[in-house]
């Protein structure tokens, strides 16, 4: 199949009844279910608690954005259905995308619970077996890994879904026990073998001790703070991975943040190798080579319509090797479903060559669509 735009970056909602009818028997009376909210719209209750805020921009593209309120016949069919999510593709002229998750998130907040575990795997068998299921060369979907769970676990789960077709994981931003612990060498090594990516998501994931990735929607302006400073997410996985020698002791290893823009990184990269010429004659990095050498080879990033970073690409070749392009689909801010004309706006003054690497080429690449 020939690619010409794929989105590194679409979302779902999972199907309002998926937990309560696929999660062991065991755990269904604490599945997330969608009830109606104080506002009369529809959202997710957790545990049986009430809904704290009903659907709104994370499931509205192309239509009025609330932030919250809608009922869950309002929201797009796309969110939830792959039939429906692959025509809104098309309709866009999108050929493929990779798929994140939106409910079981709440998964990694929860240490080593089973119960994370079950949503873990529930939602794994449905995106990979149900909803990629209309086209799985155009749906790409991108199963959740149960980091906090210990190596055994994850390394299970990893290769369960990897025979199932899997081309790429998803992991969270913040584990229990970060990354750059030789801990996860196993685990690491795996991905490499199989030569598919690990991916984030911004800041998402995990308990972020400086509440970045906290959603505030009762403080007007502070949630749209939030999005603004969540694109300048990868700065500090992807330099704390590259000093720590992360990718000196698995050089094939691919990660990916997505959703975070590229015209911040000519900045980060000169920082990134000015820090460690001057400062290796004392702080005894594990690491040799300038650590900008992982850009475009082991770290990657997905772009909206960034065109102050689309235009840096003349002059900072290497953006054009490690950027992916993406929609967003259904997010509020998201580039749909007027995608060809963002796309051209983003990209006037980008040569041919770098377009198609960003628009198709790289995640081509990065998870072996070929």
Known sequence: MEYKVISADNHILEPRDLFITRMPEEYRDRAPRVMQGK???DGWSFDGKTVERTLGIEATAGRAVKISGYKWEEILPGNYDGAAHLKDMQDAGVDAAM????????GWFMGDDPYALALFQTFNDWVIDDFCAPDPKRLIALPMMPVNHGMDVLLAEAERTLKKG??????????DKPYWDPYYDPFFELAADADVPLCMHRTSGGHDPAGKSTFQFNVPGLNVAGTVH?????VEPFTKMIYTGVFKRHPKLKIMDAEVNFGWIPFWKNTLDECFEKQKGWANF???NTPSEALGKNLFVTVLDDKLGFDLVEDEPYLADMAMFSTDYPH?????PDTQDDIARATVNCAPEAKHKI???NAVRVFNLN
């Open 99 to 106: 798929l994140f998750p939106s409910v079981p998130l709440m």
């Open 166 to 175: 899997a081309k790429g994981l998803h992991i969270p931003v913040y584990p």
């Open 359 to 361: 628009l198709a080429g």
């Open 286 to 288: 594990p690491i040799e």
């Open 39 to 41: 506002d009369g719209g």
């Open 332 to 336: 509020s801010i998201c580039l749909w």
């Open 230 to 234: 969540r694109f300048f997410a990868a």
